[in-house]
């Protein structure tokens, strides 16, 4: 049975402008086994879809919720899911 899930996270805030996106690439290699993207949206927010292991997924989500991201992060809503497949690495987009 396989412990891998879906996490999608819409992160408020100044986010945009800050390099958020490179780092939270950055964040999810370094975690390791995760797959996904993050997305400058036009509201400002930024989107971020990681699959993986539950345990590198809620690793990327701690810190997305901590004080160690770019810019200010004002709240983060999540969903999880099951994988969807067919991401090559972590990309930003």
Not at 17 to 39: D, N
Not at 55 to 60: F, P
Not at 69 to 75: I, K, L, Y
């Amino acid at each position: 049975m396989s412990d891998d899930v879906r996490l999608v996270a819409w992160v408020r805030g100044r986010v945009q402008g800050v390099g958020f996106r490179w780092f939270t690439r950055a964040k999810a290699l370094e975690i390791g086994e995760l797959s996904g993207f993050a997305l400058n949206l036009d509201d400002g927010r930024v989107q971020v879809v990681a699959e993986g292991p539950r345990t590198g997924c809620e690793g990327l989500l701690d810190w997305l919720l901590g004080d160690d991201t770019p810019g200010r992060v004002d709240g983060v809503t999540e969903i999880w899911d099951t994988p969807r497949g067919g991401y090559d690495g972590f990309a930003i987009r």
